[in-house]
């Protein structure tokens, strides 16, 4: 009985023996791949790194050296060697970047291509159409002669405008805003240019007047003025009192007229 018992014991520690050894062996495998793999890491890492920290080191080299270069330089050969150094740099990062960029092949960009007005209609390029686009419709509901003056931020040139005649807001709207020639827009009016350059004068002398009588009202009462109207002021004042003074003499030579007669 007794070795029966010796005996089981044996083969028992000599079971556990060989567990022992093979997670020992399983251990020793386990940590060897471990170690391998790091050696593998630091392997791909020392060679990942390696040229982009020469080509940083090489940068930074050549930086200095630049900056060096500028600072000593004092005669022309000098600047002269700085300047192709410089040009030197821009052609690298010309090249560089042209790397990067799609070109066109041989093909021209017609081949193919569909008719105009198909695709982006003609009217699209158009400047009221791209405020449309965006939102700002002012300019396109207020595109018309006899609304413009919306358009004008100085209340007193807008006021002034507003009163004209429609045939003054016509002419004034083709003329300032369309840029039309006078032969274009007596064409339109079915008018002469002359005609046209008259009623351009007459309108012009309307817009000055009233604006002349409220830039001076606005002078008695020492509101503040702008420069542009300042200048319109000192500009336009001695035309405007010689015409008064030739209205008031033609006034009293009429009456000396009546007066003689009666």
């Not at 390029?125 to 700002?136: L, S, Y």
């Not at 702008?226 to 009192?241: A, C, D, G, K």
């Amino acid at each position: 009985m007794q070795k029966e018992i010796v005996s089981f014991l044996k083969t028992d520690d000599y079971d556990f023996d060989n567990e022992l050894l093979d997670a020992l062996e399983m251990e020793r495998s386990a940590i060897q791949e471990i170690e391998q793999e790091k050696e593998e890491n630091s392997l791909t890492e020392e060679t990942a790194f390696a040229p982009t920290s020469r080509k940083k080191l090489w940068r930074d080299t050549q930086k200095e050296a630049l900056t060096r270069l500028e600072d000593s330089a004092r005669t022309e050969d000098d600047f002269r060697n700085v300047q192709t150094w410089w040009d030197r740099l821009d052609a690298n990062a010309d090249r560089r970047y042209h790397y990067h960029v799609i070109g066109r092949s041989d093909v021209p960009l017609e081949w193919g291509a569909t008719p105009e007005q198909v695709i982006v209609p003609e009217p699209i390029h158009h400047v009221f159409w791209q405020q449309i686009i965006k939102g700002d419709f002012l300019d396109a509901v207020f595109d018309c002669p006899f609304e413009m003056h919306e358009l004008i931020e100085n209340t007193d040139i807008a006021d002034a405008v507003s009163e004209l005649k429609d045939l003054h807001k016509e002419v004034l709207y083709y003329s300032a805003i369309r840029q039309y020639s006078n032969q274009r827009i007596a064409h339109i009016r079915c008018q002469t240019d002359r005609n046209i350059l008259k009623v351009k004068n007459t309108i012009l002398k309307k817009l000055r007047k009233k604006l002349y009588v409220s830039l001076h009202e606005r002078q008695q009462m020492n509101l503040p003025l702008n420069q542009r109207e300042t200048e319109f002021l000192e500009e336009y004042t001695p035309i405007f009192v010689d015409r008064n003074k030739a209205k008031l003499s033609d006034t009293d030579n009429n009456k000396e007229t009546a007066e003689s007669n009666d």
